[in-house]
C-alpha cells in the first residue's frame, strides 16, 4: 500500500523547490491523491483566528498558511490533519498531541507553537468527535489510525509541505503533548525513533489505568454505601495534608514526596452517626481503595496507587453515578464491543487481561526506547504529583524502565529526564505551581547541549502568580534553603530526596 507521506512527495516535486512565494499556499489546493486529500490551502492574516467547530477564537497569531487534509492510509481511514506554517519560519516543526480517545485537534495548543514561529502540525486521530471510543466500533483500520498511524502519517504531511513551501527541511522537529498527547509521543519514539528530535510527554496517559480506574469505580459505586460524596473530599484533604505535607521540612500545602505519605484513613471512621467530617466504615474502606494500587486477589499489583493530595479531585474516579465514559469505553467498545455492556460486572484480573490482549501491539507504552536515544533524540516527561486522572506512578515506573534500557543507563540523564510536580493536577491546574516552559527547556537540550537542571513553575490565582517553584530531575526534589518566601523559587534548590 502506498503511503501518504510518499504521495505528497510527489507533490513537493511538483511544485519544486523554491522558498515560500504569495500563491503557492492556495496552488496546494488542488493537489490531490487517492491517499491525501488537500480539503484547504488558505492563507490567514495576521491577528485574530476563529477555528472551526465553535472553538475559541485565537487572537495574536502571525500570518500562515493553513492547510487542512483528510489523510486515508486504508479505506476504513479518514484522518483529518492541520499544517499552520507561518509566514516568518523559526525553521523548525511542532507536532502537537491530542487528548483522550482523539477527535477535534487542539487549536490553542497549535496558535501557541505558531506564535513562537513554528510550523505546527495536528490530527484529530481518525476521527472528529468528542465520543469516546465509540468510533472503533467494528472498525480495527480506526483503532490503529488512533493508536499512532494518524500522528506518524501527519507528521510525514507536515515534513512534506514544510518542503514545498520553505524549499527546505526543517531543522528540528518536537513533539508536545499532554495525557493521550503524551501518550501519543511515546508510542513515536518507539515505533519511529527517527522521526522527532526531541519529544515533551506530559502526564501519559498510560493505556493499563483504564483497567485500574474501572476497579476504583466499581469498588467505590456499586454498593451505595461504599460513596464518598463529594462534600467530604474538603475534610479528606486537609487530613491527608496534616499527615503528610510536613514530611518534606516544609509546611506549604503541598505534598512534595507522596511516594513516603501513609495515611490511616480509620482515623476519620464516625464515632457515632454519619456526617461530614468523618467516615462511615464502607468509605473508610473506598478511601483506603484510592490510595492503594489495583492487585488481584493473588496479589499482583497491575497498576500503581493515586497519590495523596488528590482527594479534592476524586470525583473524577468516584463521583459516580458510573464510571466516566473515557475508561468505560476501553471495555464497552474495545474489550466486549457491546455499547450496552454493564459495567458492574467488570472484574480486575479478567478484563485487565482483556484489555492488555488488545492494547499491547497497538497503545502501550514500551519503555524499550533505545533506538529513539542512538538516533539523539532527547525525551522530557513530567507529571503531576496530584494528577487525578493517571496515576503518577505509572510514569516513574515508565522512566525508571527506560532507565534501565537506556544504551547506557549510567549516563541515562543525557537523553531522558523526568520532573515531577507537586500539587499540579492532571496536565494543569492544582494547587501546586503548575505552568512552565517545557518547551524552551527542549529546545536548549537539542539545540545547544544544556540539559535541564530545573524548569522554573508557577502558579496563578485569578490571573496573577503567587507562587513559584523549580521543578526538578526526579528523583531530586525542591528544597527550601530555610530564607525568604517560600513562595518565591529564588530560594529552593533541587536536592535528593530525604
Known amino acids: 500500500m502506498k503511503r501518504p507521506g510518499i504521495a505528497l512527495l510527489a507533490v513537493a516535486a511538483a511544485l519544486g523547490s523554491a522558498g515560500a512565494q504569495a500563491g503557492e499556499c492556495e496552488n496546494l489546493a488542488a493537489r490531490t491523491s487517492s491517499q491525501v486529500q488537500i480539503i484547504l490551502a488558505q492563507t490567514v492574516k495576521a491577528g485574530t483566528f476563529l477555528p472551526p467547530g465553535g472553538a475559541a477564537a485565537l487572537p495574536r497569531l502571525p500570518r500562515f498558511c493553513r492547510i487542512v487534509l483528510r489523510l486515508r492510509p486504508t479505506p476504513d ?208 474502606k473506598t478511601a483506603q481503595s484510592i490510595l492503594s494500587p489495583a492487585t488481584t486477589p493473588a496479589g499482583v499489583v497491575l497498576f500503581p496507587r493515586l497519590e495523596p493530595g488528590t482527594e479534592l479531585r476524586w470525583g473524577r474516579l468516584v463521583g459516580g453515578p458510573a464510571p466516566v465514559d473515557l475508561f468505560l469505553d476501553e471495555f464497552r467498545y474495545l474489550v466486549y464491543q457491546d455499547p450496552n455492556w454493564d459495567w458492574h460486572s467488570f472484574d480486575l484480573e479478567r478484563d485487565a487481561a482483556k484489555a492488555e490482549a488488545i492494547d499491547r501491539t497497538l497503545d502501550v507504552m514500551d519503555p524499550h526506547l533505545a533506538a529513539y536515544a542512538n538516533h539523539g533524540g532527547k525525551l522530557l516527561l513530567y507529571h503531576g504529583w496530584a494528577d487525578q486522572q493517571v496515576a503518577p506512578g505509572s510514569t516513574v515506573e515508565f522512566y525508571e524502565d527506560v532507565r534501565s534500557l537506556s544504551p547506557d543507563p549510567q549516563h541515562a540523564d543525557d537523553w531522558v529526564r523526568l520532573f515531577m510536580a507537586p500539587g499540579m493536577a492532571h496536565c494543569s491546574g492544582g494547587e501546586g505551581p503548575n505552568s512552565f516552559d517545557s518547551l524552551t527547556a527542549l529546545e536548549h537540550w537539542v539545540e545547544q547541549g544544556q540539559a535541564p537542571r530545573r524548569i522554573l513553575a508557577e502558579h496563578r490565582t485569578a490571573g496573577l502568580v503567587d507562587r513559584t517553584r523549580p521543578l526538578c530531575p526526579y528523583p531530586q526534589v525542591a528544597r527550601y534553603s530555610g530564607k525568604g518566601s517560600i513562595d518565591a523559587a529564588v530560594n529552593f534548590t533541587c536536592a535528593a530526596a530525604k
Open 77 to 284: 481511514s479518514d484522518i483529518g490533519t492541520e499544517i499552520w506554517l507561518p509566514a516568518q519560519w523559526n525553521t523548525k516543526l511542532l507536532a502537537i498531541g491530542n487528548g483522550g480517545w482523539g477527535g477535534p485537534v487542539d487549536f490553542e495548543a497549535m496558535a501557541a507553537g505558531l506564535r513562537r514561529g513554528y510550523a505546527v502540525s495536528a490530527t484529530d486521530d481518525g476521527h472528529g468527535q468528542r465520543d469516546g471510543a465509540r468510533f472503533a466500533l467494528g472498525h480495527p483500520e480506526k483503532l490503529i489510525d488512533f493508536a499512532y498511524r494518524a500522528e506518524h502519517e501527519s507528521t510525514l504531511q507536515a515534513k512534506a509541505l514544510i518542503k514545498v513551501l520553505y524549499g527546505r527541511e526543517s531543522s528540528h522537529s518536537y513533539w508536545q503533548g499532554c495525557s493521550g498527547g503524551g501518550r501519543e509521543g511515546l508510542i513515536q519514539a518507539y515505533r519511529y525513533p527517527d522521526e522527532f528530535d526531541g519529544i515533551i510527554a506530559g502526564d501519559p496517559a498510560n493505556i493499563r489505568r483504564n483497567a485500574w480506574a474501572m476497579w476504583l469505580a466499581v469498588r467505590a459505586l456499586n454498593d451505595p454505601a461504599s460513596y464518598i460524596p463529594p462534600a467530604k473530599y474538603p475534610m479528606l484533604h486537609e487530613a491527608v495534608l496534616a499527615a503528610c505535607d510536613a514530611n518534606d521540612g516544609l509546611q506549604d500545602g503541598l505534598i512534595s514526596e507522596p511516594q513516603r505519605c501513609q495515611v490511616d484513613f480509620a482515623a476519620l471512621q464516625c464515632k457515632g452517626e454519619d456526617g461530614p467530617q468523618c467516615l462511615t466504615p464502607p468509605q473508610v
